[in-house]
């Protein structure tokens, strides 16, 4: 069975950090593209960021580059994503998803095969 575990949501305040973790089961990790993918209340999906587990690349949504870093651990089969600098625009509830093979790009929403349940992330301001 496939699973996507997130965990490390919570409240933070605004120019704050906070680290989420995705573990990961039931498929072959290196074969899969994973990403974070978020939603805001009232606003649509957004890609935010992904990492290809073959070859460690990684791509961002312009809205989070140079403050988000995704990472792998190909060991334990989890993606984390650090947040830094937060803004209150960053509150969403944060999946974790799934697209098999390789990716030059990051993938649009409708590309994953597997999504977590999520986690919540609330910025204050």
């Known amino acids: 069975e496939v699973q996507l575990v997130e965990s490390g949501g919570g409240l933070v305040q605004a120019g704050g950090s906070r680290r989420l973790s995705c573990a990961a089961s039931?498929?072959?990790?290196?074969?899969?593209?994973i990403g974070w993918v978020r939603q805001a209340p009232g606003k649509e999906r957004e890609v935010v960021s992904c990492i290809s587990s073959s070859d460690g690349s990684t791509y961002y949504a312009d809205s989070v580059k140079g403050r988000f870093t995704i990472s792998s651990d190909n060991a334990k089969n989890t993606v984390y994503l650090q947040m830094n600098s937060l803004k209150p625009e960053d509150t969403a509830v944060y999946y974790c998803?799934?697209?098999?093979?390789?990716?030059?790009?990051?993938?649009?929403?409708?590309?994953?095969?597997?999504w977590g349940q999520g986690t919540q992330v609330t910025v204050s301001s």
């Open positions: 998803a799934a697209n098999y093979g390789y990716t030059k790009s990051l993938p649009t929403e409708d590309e994953y095969d597997y």
């Open positions: 039931g498929f072959t990790f290196d074969d899969y593209v």
